[in-house]
């Protein structure tokens, strides 16, 4: 009985030896072994770079402020937006990635028109140190109609985007109302603007007495034939004390002067049934 224990703790012992061993070999020594990645805080921005993952890191938890001046955000810009717009998904700050090169990536962070406030925000973002920070920003103008907006498309490079940015307001007063189109192009980290026209026009009296203008336009990125390029296609229609007119013209880009250079207008109309 005694020497069945006895064999029963020795077996016991060996294996708790052995298991130690494996233990030891499969755990690295102190300041060896691959680097762990701790896991991110609510604090520390994702380390991704999703879109979505961006988005809701800003405009959840309860501290949209703080992580927006840690991206580089004017505080005073930031609290103008929050906790106000808090509640309207509509109007929280968007987040977007987009083409710098082949090999690079940008962020444009947007804050929306909303009533309270005059101004939308179009903030650039590149990353430094493994993490998002802002280079460059512009503000536009909200009043009449709070409809900015911006999309990144391609035109002059497919492997580089540029930003369009559509009813920013240039000029208002009673009876009278303008709204530009702009193009702008990440260059340095910076914004440049590569194209400015107007996108909405309204006067009341338009070279008096009393005629009533409005002009609208579409703006469309078109192919170009035999080419890697695009251009941008307007549609403006016209209509000046009831009379409407509708005219097209290109705008393509010209390396050699380094702008884009538009088409002459070419009228529209439709063939008689």
């Given at each position: 009985?005694?020497?069945?224990?006895?064999?029963?703790?020795?077996?016991?012992?060996?294996?708790?030896?052995?298991?130690?061993?494996?233990?030891?070999?499969?755990?690295?020594?102190?300041?060896?072994?691959?680097?762990?990645?701790?896991?991110?805080?609510?604090?520390?921005?994702?380390?991704?770079?999703?879109?979505?993952?961006?988005?809701?890191?800003?405009n959840f938890g309860g501290k949209t402020v703080d992580r927006l001046v840690s991206l580089g955000v004017e505080r005073k810009i930031a609290e103008s937006f929050f906790p106000a717009s808090e509640n309207d998904p509509s109007l929280w700050v968007k987040w977007q990635t987009a083409r710098a090169s082949d090999h690079q990536r940008f962020a444009l962070l947007f804050f929306p028109c909303f009533p309270a406030n005059d101004?939308?925000?179009?903030?650039?973002?590149?990353?430094?140190?493994?993490?998002?920070?802002?280079?460059?920003?512009?503000?536009?103008?909200?009043?009449?109609?709070?409809?900015?907006?911006?999309?990144?498309?391609?035109?002059?490079?497919?492997?580089?985007?540029?930003?369009?940015?559509?009813?920013?307001?240039?000029?208002?007063?009673?009876?009278?109302?303008?709204?530009?189109?702009?193009?702008?192009?990440?260059?340095?980290?910076?914004?440049?603007?590569?194209?400015?026209?107007?996108?909405?026009?309204?006067?009341?009296?338009?070279?008096?007495?009393?005629?009533?203008?409005?002009?609208?336009?579409?703006?469309?990125?078109?192919?170009?034939?035999?080419?890697?390029?695009?251009?941008?296609?307007?549609?403006?229609?016209?209509?000046?004390?009831?009379?409407?007119?509708?005219?097209?013209?290109?705008?393509?880009?010209?390396?050699?002067?380094?702008?884009?250079?538009?088409?002459?207008?070419?009228?529209?109309?439709?063939?008689?049934?």
């Amino acid at each position: 009985m005694i020497s069945k224990i006895l064999i029963i703790l020795s077996v016991t012992f060996v294996l708790s030896l052995r298991a130690q061993q494996l233990s030891a070999i499969q755990a690295p020594a102190p300041g060896t072994g691959p680097a762990q990645t701790a896991p991110a805080t609510a604090d520390q921005q994702p380390d991704s770079e999703n879109d979505v993952d961006m988005e809701n890191w800003i405009n959840f938890g309860g501290k949209t402020v703080d992580r927006l001046v840690s991206l580089g955000v004017e505080r005073k810009i930031a609290e103008s937006f929050f906790p106000a717009s808090e509640n309207d998904p509509s109007l929280w700050v968007k987040w977007q990635t987009a083409r710098a090169s082949d090999h690079q990536r940008f962020a444009l962070l947007f804050f929306p028109c909303f009533p309270a406030n005059d101004s939308a925000y179009l903030f650039a973002l590149a990353r430094q140190g493994g993490a998002w920070r802002v280079a460059d920003h512009i503000e536009m103008d909200c009043h009449y109609d709070d409809s900015v907006s911006f999309e990144t498309v391609w035109i002059r490079d497919p492997s580089r985007d540029e930003i369009l940015v559509h009813h920013d307001c240039a000029g208002r007063g009673t009876g009278y109302l303008e709204q530009h189109f702009s193009v702008f192009s990440l260059s340095g980290g910076k914004l440049a603007t590569e194209l400015v026209t107007d996108e909405v026009f309204h006067d009341f009296q338009y070279d008096k007495p009393p005629h009533e203008l409005d002009r609208k336009s579409v703006f469309t990125v078109i192919p170009v034939r035999d080419s890697r390029s695009r251009a941008i296609e307007e549609t403006r229609s016209r209509t000046f004390d009831g009379k409407l007119t509708v005219q097209r013209r290109i705008f393509h880009w010209d390396a050699a002067k380094g702008k884009y250079v538009s088409s002459p207008f070419k009228p529209v109309e439709a063939s008689p049934n």
